[in-house]
């Protein structure tokens, strides 16, 4: 995506799903603030994002805005910031295992392989009770699954 249509995905998500939650502060023009939030959060996700990976992104900021608010007036853009910062790190983070490979049933490991490497699984592995599963026992993350998401 380029900038300019980050820029409109950032300002709809914005209207559908922060300013539903969240009011601007009185005396704060809507405009301004919307303008702030939107140069704080491009500021800090990764531009080379495909469309589906940016889209999770923004909400697992929402996520992480409604857990830290207190009231339901708009947050700060620097609060934005922080969040979009979390967010953008925690796309990158490197897989831990939750379970050993030995505790792990073997149908599950060859899924969540063939899943890392980009290859055909079955739906349920995608939309199913297997994609939980997979991501539970942190062997795949929900970005790995969004790549077969179109």
Do not use: C
């Not at 539903?20 to 303008?35: K, W, Y």
């Not at 049933?105 to 063939?114: E, F």
């Not at 795949?140 to 699954?145: K, M, N, P, S």
């Amino acid at each position: 995506m380029n900038f300019e249509q980050r820029v409109r995905v950032i300002k709809a998500w914005i209207k559908r799903d922060i300013l539903t939650r969240f009011t601007p502060p009185n005396g704060l023009d809507p405009v301004i603030a919307i303008e702030d939030v939107v140069k704080a959060v491009n500021g800090k996700l990764p531009s080379k994002l495909e469309p589906h990976v940016f889209d999770l992104a923004l909400e697992k900021i929402t996520a992480d805005m409604l857990g830290k608010s207190k009231t339901r007036s708009l947050p700060a853009a620097s609060i934005f910031q922080q969040s979009a910062l979390t967010v953008a790190q925690s796309l990158y983070e490197p897989r831990t295992e939750a379970v050993s490979q030995s505790d792990t049933p073997t149908y599950l490991t060859v899924a969540a392989a063939r899943i890392r490497a980009g290859n055909p699984v079955g739906e349920f592995y995608i939309h199913g009770n297997g994609a939980e599963e997979l991501i539970d026992l942190g062997l795949v993350t929900r970005e790995d699954i969004a790549h077969y998401l179109h």
